[in-house]
T-cell receptor, first 113, second 111 residues
Framework: QQPVQSPQAVILREGEDAVINCSSSKALYSVHWYRQKHGEAPVFLMILLKGGEQKGHEKISASFNEKKQQSSLYLTASQLSYSGTYFCGTEIRGSGGYQKVTFGIGTKLQVIP | NAGVTQTPKFRVLKTGQSMTLLCAQDMNHEYMYWYRQDPGMGLRLIHYSVGEGTTAKGEVPDGYNVSRLKKQNFLLGLESAAPSQTSVYFC??????????FGPGTRLTVL
């Protein structure tokens, strides 16, 4: 089951903030976040393993609400380099769910000057 | 340290032809994955492997076969290519810290 991401696309001016959401209909073991620039391979941002956990990387952070099976990626004071497509990937609890990461369709983010 | 490499980078096939995509990683990772990426569809898991000699089906396995005879290599085969298999194929390996490292991708066109 592919996780659902929202919004599908967003345009920001430099310095603005954005939130990208990811939700699943299944109980989650972990949530992964990746960014892909045009014509390139996806690059790992972070993984969240525990319910309610928040992790951060410079001005990009994320939260994971295990009970709601949701994760959110927070981009603060956006920079031009943040442009790209953001994917969440989920691992589902239960037999056969571990080790297999299923990605959403992505959120295209464009930061303009 | 090359990370994850994929061969070839580009390929054009005619319907019905066969081919093998090679993925190699030099990080000694146990887990490896094959994804396809199509516009508006995101990354979809084709097959994956949790160790040498093991493979498992992902979300869209039909029309593909895989083999993991050596830990560092993960092969994706198309026995009889169809236009619906036109896509960009990414291989990835996963570290013990759960980070997936993606290869540069193979752009495949089936005419």
């Amino acid at each position: 089951q592919q996780p659902v991401q929202s919004p599908q696309a967003v345009i920001l001016r430099e310095g603005e903030d954005a939130v990208i959401n990811c939700s699943s209909s299944k109980a989650l073991y972990s949530v992964h976040w990746y960014r892909q620039k045009h014509g390139e391979a996806p690059v790992f941002l972070m993984i969240l393993l525990k319910g309610g956990e928040q992790k951060g990387h410079e001005k990009i952070s994320a939260s994971f609400n295990e009970k709601k099976q949701q994760s959110s990626l927070y981009l603060t004071a956006s920079q031009l380099s943040y442009s790209g497509t953001y994917f969440c990937g989920t691992e589902i609890r239960g037999s056969g769910g571990y080790q297999k990461v299923t990605f959403g369709i992505g959120t295209k983010l464009q930061v303009i000057p | 340290n090359a990370g994850v490499t994929q061969t070839p980078k580009f390929r054009v096939l005619k319907t019905g032809q066969s081919m093998t995509l090679l993925c190699a990683q030099d990080m000694n990772h146990e887990y490896m994955y094959w994804y396809r990426q199509d516009p508006g569809m995101g990354l979809r898991l084709i097959h994956y492997s949790v160790g040498e000699g093991t493979t498992a089906k992902g979300e869209v396995p039909d029309g593909y076969n895989v083999s993991r005879l050596k830990k560092q290599n993960f092969l994706l085969g198309l026995e009889s290519a169809a236009p619906s298999q036109t896509s960009v194929y990414f291989c990835a390996s996963r570290s013990s810290y759960n980070e997936q490292f993606f290869g540069p991708g193979t752009r495949l066109t089936v005419l």
